[in-house]
């Protein structure tokens, strides 16, 4: 049976699809603030802003699982898509620690922290030193994506990692210009078949580079936090661009790489004045839209035509799948 864990500001809430609909069926960790999730092999490791909890019983019953993990808030988690049992998180103030037993425990990557430290990442609304918010993997290759500070890769599956060429480290919401990636990185995708072709989207605009980060082409001027790919078209994507900070949001589509860019926000009422997609997910043939108010969007792929799903879960921050 399709599940979906949404990680929302009052806990785990676990959804069920029936006759179409998605509802949900139960609710976990509902003390805690959860920023992220993810599922594998029957496994649950959910991040929140105090800690990693680990269900092993499809959400029934959670313990922590944070050894090791010395900054508490996380910000994303990852698994590594070729090797069981090798997970990642991206914490605030900007660290990412890797997990190679379910999450059990935790090492950091002291080389993040000094990167950190010598170029004083930082972060706009919080006195952090920055964060860790998205990762990208595609064999040894990884990415991680860093507000503010730039794009960070390892050539050794994750387990170290240093600044890409094309991005300065200085954590300047002006620029650098191109070739240079814009420091303000909200998340990071590189193309499974294209192991060079790495997307980000920025609070300076949405990059493209097409030599594994060393330089950097600015394809949309526009603020923006999340991008869709389709794995078989790489020239085919979908972004949640907007005019600013949570303003004037929309959903646009690309079918040449991101030269151009059409609407499609079919089914609704665009620009949102406050609002922004904050991730795309992927789930089947649908494609679930994350809002930066916490309400959830699901439209078909093939179509588009978007939906508001589970408006009874407040403050979803992000969307993970299981098969039970």
Avoid at 49 to 63: E, L, N, P, V
Avoid at 179 to 188: C, G, K, N, T
Avoid at 288 to 315: C, F, M, N, T, Y
Wanted: proline share 5%; aromatic share 10%.
């Amino acid at each position: 049976m399709p599940t979906l864990l949404l990680a929302t500001e009052h806990g785990l809430s676990i959804c069920e699809l029936e006759s179409g609909n998605w509802r949900e069926s139960s609710r976990g960790l509902a003390d805690h603030r959860v920023t992220s999730v993810i599922a594998r092999e029957g496994v649950i490791l959910a991040g929140t802003t105090d800690g990693i909890f680990r269900s092993d019983d499809s959400g029934k019953t959670w313990q922590e699982v944070s050894l090791g993990l010395n900054a508490r808030h996380v910000r994303w988690l990852a698994n590594h898509p070729d090797k069981s049992d090798f997970e990642f998180a991206g914490t605030e103030p900007a660290g990412i620690f890797v997990s190679h037993n379910g999450g059990e425990s935790w090492r950091a990557c002291a080389e993040v922290d000094q990167l950190r430290d010598l170029y004083k990442w930082s972060l706009p609304y919080s006195p952090e030193a920055g964060c860790v918010r998205g990762f990208a993997f595609r064999g040894v290759r990884a990415y991680a994506a860093v507000e503010v500070g730039g794009v960070l890769r390892s050539d050794d599956g994750g387990e170290t990692w240093r600044l890409v060429e094309g991005s300065s480290g200085k954590p300047d919401l002006q620029g650098p210009s191109e070739p240079f990636i814009h420091s303000d990185v909200h998340s990071i995708f590189v193309h499974p078949f294209l192991p060079n072709l790495v997307l980000a989207p920025t609070g300076g605009g949405f990059y493209r580079s097409t030599d594994g980060g060393k330089t950097w082409k600015c394809f949309y001027d526009c603020y923006c936090r999340a991008v869709w790919v389709d794995v078989l078209d790489s020239q085919h994507m979908v972004l949640g661009p907007a005019d600013g900070v949570e303003r004037n949001g929309r959903i646009e589509e690309s079918r040449d790489g991101g030269l151009t860019w059409t609407s499609t926000s079919n089914g609704l009422e665009v620009p949102w004045p406050d609002n922004i997609v904050e991730r795309f997910v992927q789930v089947g043939f649908d494609l679930l839209a994350v809002l930066s108010d916490g309400q959830l969007l699901s439209a078909p792929l093939a179509s588009l035509e978007w939906r508001h799903i589970l408006p009874e879960v407040k403050g979803v921050a992000a969307v993970a799948e299981i098969v039970i």
